[in-house]
C-alpha cells in the first residue's frame, strides 16, 4: 500500500498581496495531486493548514473542490486534519475542511478510521494554552483506546515540536505514547528527513511553498513524501516540487551597489520558470533603505522578479535624535504585538504588513493594497 504524504498548502493566501502568489501555492498543490495520481496511490494524507484561513475566499474553495475532484474521480481519498490556520473558530464556526467532506476528503480532527486494513488517526492543532489543561500524551492514549485495532496505525498531528521550535515544551520522544507505526507532523515548514523510533517512522512534511521568511529555509526545496508500507520496513522517498524560485541576497553597506549591480546580470543571464522573488537582507550602519531603493530604480530590478522583499536592519545612531525615537516606538509597538500575537507566523505577516504599509505615499493606494491582502 502507497499514500503520498503532504502538508502545510496554505491554499488562499495571495502572499505579498499577490495574486500570482495564490496562484503559485494552487500550483504546488496541483504538482502533489499529480505526483500522487502518477504514483497510483491509495491515499492523501495531509497534516493541516489545508487552506490558509478558517474563511477561504469562494474563488479558493473553487479551485481546492475543481483538485480534490480529480483524486474523487480516481478513488483516491484524502485524510486531513485542519491545522492553525483552518481549524476555524470552534464555538462560532466549524473548519472549512468540513465543506469538502463529501468530496472524498476525511477530516480526522479527533477521529480514527479503518481504511484498507489499516488505522489512520488524526488530532487537529492544539493550541499551547490547551494544552496545559489536556496533554497531549493524555489525549492520544484515549484515541488510541478507541481506535479499531490493525496492524499499522498512521497518526497525524500539527503541533510544535522541539528542537524545531525551540519555545515548545513538546518533544516526540516523550509526548506521544507507543502504538502508531507512521507519525506524519505539519506545521513546521522545513521538510525534514524521516526519524525513526524503534520501528515507529516520524515526518516533518514541511509546506509546498514558502510563507514567511525562515533563514533555516534557503536551501531546502519544497515537496511531498511517497510512503510505501507493502513490505517489511517502510519505504520513503522525497520528491521536490517545483516552486517559484527565491533568490536570497545579503547586502553591506561599501559594496550594495556593486552587489545588486552583479545581481542583475545574474537575473538576466539565467532563465528562471516563473519570474523570482527576491529576498534583501543586510544590516546597515550607513545607508538607508533609500539608499538601496535608488539603485534598485536604477537597474530596473522589478522588471526582473515579482517581487522584492526588504528584510533590512538600520542602524539609528547615526541619524537624527528625532528619527532615534521613531526607531524605539516601533520596537516598543514590535513588542507590545508580539505579547498580543502568540502564533509567530501571524506575527511575521503583522510586521511585514506594517512595514508595507509605511511605503505608500496616499490612503487610496494603501486602501487598494489592504483590499488585495
Ligand atoms: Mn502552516
Known amino acids: 500500500m502507497k499514500f503520498l504524504h503532504i502538508s502545510d498548502t496554505h491554499l488562499g493566501y ?118 496545559r489543561s489536556y496533554p497531549l500524551k493524555e489525549i492520544l492514549e484515549k484515541l488510541l483506546e478507541k481506535a479499531p485495532k490493525t496492524d499499522f496505525h498512521i497518526l497525524m498531528l500539527h503541533q510544535e515540536f522541539n528542537p524545531y521550535f525551540p519555545d515548545s515544551n513538546l518533544y516526540i520522544h516523550s509526548d506521544i505514547p507507543e502504538g502508531f507505526n507512521y507519525i506524519g507532523i505539519g506545521h513546521y515548514h522545513i521538510p ?80 528562471f520558470h516563473k519570474k523570482p522573488v527576491l529576498v534583501l537582507k543586510g544590516d546597515f550602519k550607513e545607508i538607508s533603505q533609500r539608499d538601496i531603493k535608488e539603485i534598485i530604480n536604477e537597474l530596473n530590478l522589478e522588471d526582473d522578479t515579482l517581487h522584492i522583499r526588504y528584510n533590512f536592519s538600520f542602524d539609528s545612531s547615526f541619524v537624527s535624535s528625532e528619527f532615534e525615537k521613531i526607531e524605539l516606538k516601533d520596537e516598543f509597538i514590535n513588542s507590545k504585538l508580539k505579547e498580543l500575537i502568540d502564533d509567530n507566523e501571524m506575527y511575521e505577516e503583522v510586521i511585514s504588513l506594517i512595514s508595507q504599509l509605511k511605503t505608500f505615499e496616499n490612503i487610496d493606494e494603501m486602501k487598494k493594497f489592504l483590499q488585495e491582502f
Open 14 to 131: 495571495n502572499q505579498y498581496g499577490l495574486l500570482e502568489r495564490g496562484k503559485d501555492f494552487f500550483d504546488a498543490f496541483k504538482q502533489a495531486i499529480d505526483i500522487a495520481i502518477e504514483n497510483n496511490v491509495d491515499f492523501v494524507l495531509h497534516t493541516g493548514d489545508f487552506f490558509h484561513t478558517s474563511r477561504p475566499s469562494n474563488n479558493t474553495f473553487l479551485e481546492a473542490i475543481n483538485l480534490v475532484n480529480r483524486l474523487k474521480d480516481r478513488n483516491i481519498p484524502i485524510f486531513v486534519i485542519s491545522g492553525n490556520h483552518d481549524r476555524g473558530n470552534q464555538i462560532r464556526d466549524i473548519s472549512p475542511l468540513k465543506i469538502l467532506e463529501n468530496l472524498g476528503l476525511t477530516v480526522l480532527d479527533g477521529k480514527s478510521v479503518e481504511f484498507n486494513g489499516i488505522t489512520i488517526s488524526g488530532v487537529k492543532y492544539i493550541s499551547k494554552l490547551a494544552l
Open 192 to 271: 525534514q528527513e524521516p526519524i525513526s523510533i524503534n520501528d515507529t517512522k516520524v515526518v516533518f512534511a514541511g509546506s509546498t511553498e514558502f510563507t514567511s521568511y525562515n533563514k533555516n529555509e534557503e536551501n531546502y526545496p519544497k515537496g511531498v513524501h511517497l510512503i510505501d508500507i507493502s513490505g517489511k520496513q517502510i519505504d520513503y522517498k522525497f520528491i521536490p516540487l517545483q516552486t517559484r524560485p527565491f533568490i536570497y541576497k545579503t547586502l553591506t553597506d561599501e559594496t550594495f551597489e556593486e552587489e545588486l549591480k552583479n545581481l542583475k546580470i545574474e537575473l538576466e543571464d539565467k532563465e
